[in-house]
T-cell receptor, first 114, second 113 residues
Framework: ETGVTQTPRHLVMGMTNKKSLKCEQH?????MYWYKQSAKKPLELMFV???????ENNSVPSRFSPECPNSSHLFLHLHTLQPEDSALYLC?????????????FGPGTRLTVL | DAKTTQPNSMESNEEEPVHLPCNHS???????IHWYRQLPSQGPEYVIH???SNVNNRMASLAIAEDRKSSTLILHRATLRDAAVYYC??????????????FGTGTRLKVLA
């Protein structure tokens, strides 16, 4: 595997379910990001992790809980979501957190909340 | 945060050059200009970035105005595979020292065969 991978690619869940999205990067990067892309809206930055520490939380509701156990893996734990949370969730990584360098994106997880 | 303005959509004929404009009149002296594109059903991918000088890579060229208040992404020969949404972004440094990439609505490029 190369680049940034995300699993699952598609997820359908009810509002009472608990699920997790997984992101893995094989690039040796030290910064990882979660973005949300709703239909017909720009990508929204949700969380930023630098060297496994969360450094940015863009006013994301607590029903979204990120976890970064090591520099290669990033999770987004979901619980009691709302239908308006249906969106494409994208993970990205970059090499050095303190540089405005290239971000590498995964293919995303298409989430549908019923 | 410095903002960017791009046309909502553009069209180009296949095999012809495409010039995608971006205005960033509030850019600061240290802001880099990044371009990404998002093909249908995919995550965004990096295209090019620059600070002051014009830049070239295998995908595109970036022309930056002398006053840096605007830039143009140039695709030298558009192909059908270049049909995507193109984003012009000025990464913003946060208090933690990391950079935020604020994506706008971008320019949807349609390439006609």
């Amino acid at each position: 595997e190369t680049g940034v991978t995300q699993t699952p690619r598609h997820l359908v869940m009810g509002m009472t379910n608990k699920k997790s999205l997984k992101c893995e990067q094989h690039l040796g990067h030290n910064a990882m990001y979660w973005y949300k892309q709703s239909a017909k809206k720009p990508l929204e930055l949700m969380f930023v992790y630098s060297l496994e520490e969360r450094v940015e939380n863009n006013s994301v509701p607590s029903r979204f809980s990120p976890e970064c156990p090591n520099s290669s893996h990033l999770f987004l734990h979901l619980h009691t979501l709302q239908p308006e949370d249906s969106a494409l969730y994208l993970c990205a990584s970059s090499q050095v957190p303190g540089l405005a360098d290239e971000q590498f994106f995964g293919p995303g997880t298409r989430l549908t909340v019923l | 945060d410095a903002k960017t303005t791009q046309p909502n959509s553009m069209e180009s004929n296949e095999e012809e050059p495409v010039h995608l404009p971006c205005n960033h009149s509030t850019i600061s002296g240290t802001d880099y200009i990044h371009w990404y594109r998002q093909l249908p059903s995919q995550g965004p991918e990096y295209v090019i970035h620059g600070l002051t000088s014009n830049v070239n890579n295998r995908m595109a060229s970036l022309a930056i105005a002398e006053d840096r208040k605007s830039s143009t992404l140039i695709l030298h020969r558009a192909t059908l595979r270049d049909a995507a949404v193109y984003y012009c972004i000025l990464p913003t440094q946060t208090t933690s020292g990391t950079y935020k990439y604020i994506f706008g609505t971008g320019t949807r490029l349609k390439v006609l065969a």
